[in-house]
């Protein structure tokens, strides 16, 4: 079945990058999303990367796509502490849906 | 700025209540969702609609009944409840066959059930 799995909890300090892992069960995915959730608010678009693709930079994100091993990872470069949020990771299967992680709480430590 | 918007941010409904829950979308978008999402659970789709005809119904209990009047506005009527209910909705929108088809969310609605 679809699944996708990431860890739970990321703890950095101001300045360090953070890398965020997913992994995913559904090889035809098409597109892969990172989606960002801050205390009490709704999902905010990240970015996404196509399936063809394996690796997609804007400005500090860097989303990295391994399709072989179906590992996708976030890099947030020099963290805030306005990056605390949560992070979700997000394939569309090939029926369109969003099949999404349980989402990592990232904390940045000043 | 989303613009995806939702209406309560936040209600508190007793068992025998009923009410409603509103989303309207301002991004020319012909599909809209439900979702729901719990503490400590990965989001759950709940309804999906595509030029107002709904396509996808999650087995979702009958004691939750959507509605889509038209391409922006989507409705989530709230009858008997139970508390384990209490969540965040979370209404998103999308190009349906669109390049990328991504979901955009609106800020959800946090529902207490007593």
């Known amino acids: 079945g679809e699944d996708v799995e990431q860890s739970l909890f990321l703890s950095v300090r101001e300045g360090d990058s953070s890398v965020i892992n997913c992994t995913y069960t559904d090889s035809s995915s098409t597109y892969l999303y990172w989606y960002k959730q801050e205390p009490g608010a709704g999902l905010q678009l990240l970015t996404y990367?196509?399936?063809?693709?394996d690796m997609k930079q804007d400005q500090r994100l860097t989303v990295l796509l391994n399709k072989k091993d179906k590992h996708l990872s976030l890099r947030i470069a020099d963290t805030q502490t306005g990056d605390s949020a949560i992070y979700f990771c997000?394939?569309?299967?090939?029926?369109?849906?969003?099949?999404f992680g349980q989402g990592t709480t990232l904390q940045v430590k000043p | 700025e989303t613009g995806v918007t939702q209406t309560p941010r936040h209600l508190v409904m007793g068992m025998t209540n009923k009410k409603s829950l509103k989303c309207e979308q301002h991004l020319g978008h012909n599909a809209m969702y439900w979702y729901k999402q719990s503490a400590k659970k990965p989001l759950e789709l709940m309804f999906v609609?595509?030029?107002?005809?709904?396509?996808e119904n999650n087995s979702v209990p009958s004691r939750f009944s959507p509605e889509c009047p038209n391409s922006s506005h989507l409705f989530l009527h709230l009858h008997t409840l139970q508390p384990e209910d209490s969540a965040l909705y979370l209404c998103?929108?999308?190009?349906?066959?669109?390049?990328?088809?991504?979901?955009?969310f609106g800020p959800g609605t946090r529902l207490l059930v007593l």
């Open positions: 609609y595509n030029f107002k005809e709904q396509t």
């Open positions: 998103a929108s999308s190009q349906w066959a669109g390049v990328e088809e991504t979901q955009y």
């Open positions: 997000a394939e569309r299967s090939n029926t369109g849906k969003l099949i």
């Open positions: 990367i196509f399936s063809n693709m």
